[in-house]
């Protein structure tokens, strides 16, 4: 089958959606409800389209959306569209050539019909393509779609990548279509969720055709409410498409397969996962001979040596090679003589080895599957791709392990699994028998602590402060800093001295080499040293909401905290803030104390009350201790006014506040004490947010002596 020319597929999209056969292309009127909203969207259309002819797969995915703009913010946020005009299919054994169409038309309010000539109009900015919609009015009628056509030569097996999307928009859904078109070996499963329509199936004359829809009407707008979970608490829809030729295919598929083709499938029973994981999963065959001479105190101690190495061996130890391999510092030939990469693939390939290692141990396990807290419950799991596997291991204390990352903490359960329903599986001899439906631990708020002392006191022309910084967190805090801001000099050579393992440039011989790739790493390491530095100087500003008012930042990660749940990640900062939070008041100054807690969650009014239930990140408690010298010249007016302390089932707050010598000390406690409330305990969680937000505008009054 010959593939499709771009003009082909320009004139099928155009024939697809503004064809003879547009029941939409007269339709500008919205309902009366929705007149004060920014913009209405008339009709949105998706499709997903699955055919294939031999060995040649085609998948087809089209959107359409028409549009009403009602005011200036709705045509700011459609005057520009970017998108990638040519692209190469990742599935399958080989790729082809695949195109994306993009189309424009404008309807004015006197029906006048402009179209925008996209290839002609569109500006190339590196890979991608921009085109700005000019002449678009308040009032005006935006009418456009993209159409992508994938192709690629697959014998085998091919899952699509599953698609999870609420039916709500930015913007109201006056008509809403969603279509999708299979053939045989393409295996589907399909849910909806949470109040959205059921999918419904087309009859057609086609024998190995199948086509099916949802249609839904009048969505509300999302709303973008704080703390929410859209696939948990909006009407949704999931589906995922498998491409398996043969029976021998299927079995090779990790995925849950229907039955038959021809049948949707929308559930996955418990004995669907004890036989898919009973095939997957292959314990028994990779055991470390590191511990054969190592003495721990206990087990619990030993599984924590077990996964920092595998973190270093499959992780850190490969950094260095692969930056001498992407910047091209070494042969390769020399290169893959001295360095073989040794990775981890998949959740399935820790868990295999690192069971395999525990039983070595003579370690108990449980083997988890889990699914993320915004994908709903375990109960309605659909996709392999949304589990996570954990092993838990029957030692004291019980501790938990997942695949890991560069800075992952032993024993540290995802805060979006935390909480959750989960199934156990249960084996009997090796073979797994049984499942059991349990739920995870969930982390304290003093588990995740953060905890910032500022030293602060006046510039020099009394206008601004000068700030010291220490901050230190433990738990998942500590783990997005890490995650954001470190560099690989952080962790690599922590780990190499922690594991007294070989450093990538003393596989090389040559003295002569060693130096060369030094010097190369150094430059490297400068490179990113400056970038690092940027980064956390952005997070300052962002943090105290500054822009060129912060100068002269410096910093120093006085420890990684990467070895331990209870090891803290300890950074400093010194910076200056100019002509901010300090104000004269005649011979008198205010310092403006609070704004150094940081910017706040400021909860607007239309948001005090809700009827969604509110998904924290987590458990916290943060800590604020400002240590504020008062000039001299000057004496600080007693601040007992700033004290306030409160408490509630959502967690508490506390500001205290005294006068020591030549120092104001404030120190303000936040305790968020669940990561999840019931909507209607909502005002309690809003009285905390609420408070900090009031103690952010403190003040100190330094009276002239």
């Known amino acids: 089958m010959a593939q499709k020319t771009p003009e082909k597929v320009k004139q099928e999209a155009k024939d697809y959606f503004w064809g003879a056969n547009d029941a939409y292309k007269d339709v500008v009127d919205i309902p009366e409800k929705w007149n004060n909203e920014s913009a209405v969207i008339l009709y949105k259309n998706q499709n997903y389209d699955y055919h294939k002819y031999a060995k040649n797969v085609t998948f087809t995915t089209s959107i359409r959306k028409r549009i009403k703009l009602l005011d200036a913010a709705a045509v700011e946020n459609y005057s520009e569209f970017s998108y990638n005009k040519f692209f190469r299919s990742s599935k399958g054994k080989r790729s082809k050539k695949s195109y994306r169409v993009v189309a424009v038309k404008i309807i004015k309010p006197d029906g006048t019909v402009e179209f925008i000539d996209v290839d002609e109009e569109a500006i190339k900015q590196d890979d991608k393509y921009k085109v700005a919609i000019r002449n678009l009015e308040i009032g005006d009628v935006l009418d456009f779609y993209v159409y992508v056509v994938e192709s690629f030569v697959s014998k085998e097996a091919v899952k699509f990548t599953p698609e999870e999307e609420t039916l709500a928009d930015d913007y109201p859904v006056v008509d809403y279509k969603l279509t999708l078109k299979t053939e045989n070996d393409f295996f589907i499963t399909f849910k909806n969720f949470n109040g959205a329509p059921e999918l419904k199936q087309i009859p057609n004359n086609e024998r190995n055709l199948r086509e ?59 004995q669907e996962v004890i036989n898919l994981y009973d095939d997957w999963l292959d314990v028994g065959k990779w055991k470390y001979d590191r511990y054969k001479n190592l003495f721990f105190e206990n087990k619990a101690d030993q599984v924590v040596d077990l996964y920092y190495f595998m973190r270093h061996h499959y992780l850190t130890n490969n950094i260095m090679a692969f930056y001498a391999y992407d910047k091209q510092l070494v042969e390769v ?43 709903g419950d375990i109960k309605e799991l659909l996709f392999t791709e949304n589990v996570n596997l954990i092993i838990k291991t029957h030692t004291t204390p019980t501790l938990y392990f997942t695949n890991p990352e560069l800075n992952s903490d032993a024993g540290q359960i995802s805060p979006l699994l935390e909480g959750t329903e989960v199934y156990f599986l249960k084996f009997d001899n090796k073979r797994l028998k049984d499942i059991e439906l349990q739920t995870l631990p969930v982390s304290t708020a003093e588990d995740n602590v953060t905890d910032y002392t500022i030293e602060a006191s006046l510039t020099d022309d009394f206008k601004g402060l000068q700030l010291k910084t220490k901050r230190s967190a433990i738990g998942h805090r500590k783990s997005s800093w890490q995650s954001y801001y470190f560099i690989y000099p952080d962790y690599v050579y922590e780990d190499y001295e922690y594991f007294k393992s070989t450093p990538f440039i003393e596989f090389f011989s040559s003295k002569k080499r060693q130096q060369r790739l030094r010097d190369a790493f150094d430059a490297i390491e400068a490179d990113h040293k400056d970038k690092q530095k940027k980064w956390f100087e952005a997070g ?23 070895y331990g749940l209870k090891d803290p990640m300890v950074y400093s900062e010194s910076f200056d803030i100019n002509n901010k939070f300090v104000k004269k008041a005649g011979p008198n100054l205010i310092v403006e104390i609070g704004k150094l807690m940081g910017n706040q969650i400021l909860i607007k009014e239309e948001d005090q009350e809700r009827t969604l239930d509110v998904y924290q990140q987590y458990a916290k408690k943060l800590i604020t201790e400002v240590r504020f010298t008062v000039p001299e010249g000057y004496v600080a007016k007693p601040v007992d006014n700033l004290n306030k302390s409160f408490e509630n089932e959502a967690g508490s707050f506390t500001c205290e506040a005294k006068i020591e010598g030549n120092q104001v000390i404030m120190t303000v406690t936040e305790i968020h004490a669940h990561n999840f409330e019931k909507a209607e305990d909502w005002p309690k969680l809003v009285a905390i947010l609420n408070a900090a937000n009031e103690a952010s505008n403190n003040k100190v009054l330094l009276s002239k002596k």
């Open 540 to 562: 300052a500003k962002e943090f105290y909401e500054l822009e060129d008012e912060l100068t002269n930042y410096e910093y120093k990660i006085d420890s990684t905290g990467r």
């Open 212 to 270: 099916y829809e949802l249609v839904a009407h009048d969505i509300p707008k999302f709303e973008s409410e704080r703390y929410i979970f859209p696939l948990v608490q909006m009407p949704t829809y999931k589906f995922q498409a498998v491409f398996a030729r043969s029976g021998k295919f299927e079995d090779r598929t990790y995925a849950f397969l229907p039955e038959d083709e021809k049948v949707i499938k929308s559930t996955v029973s418990k």
């Open 333 to 375: 030939e020399k290169l893959m003589s001295k360095w073989t990469p040794t990775m981890i693939n998949n959740d399935r390939h820790f868990i295999n080895m690192f069971a395999s290692n525990l039983e070595k141990m003579d370690i108990g396990y449980d083997i988890i599957v889990a699914k993320k807290r915004y994908d």
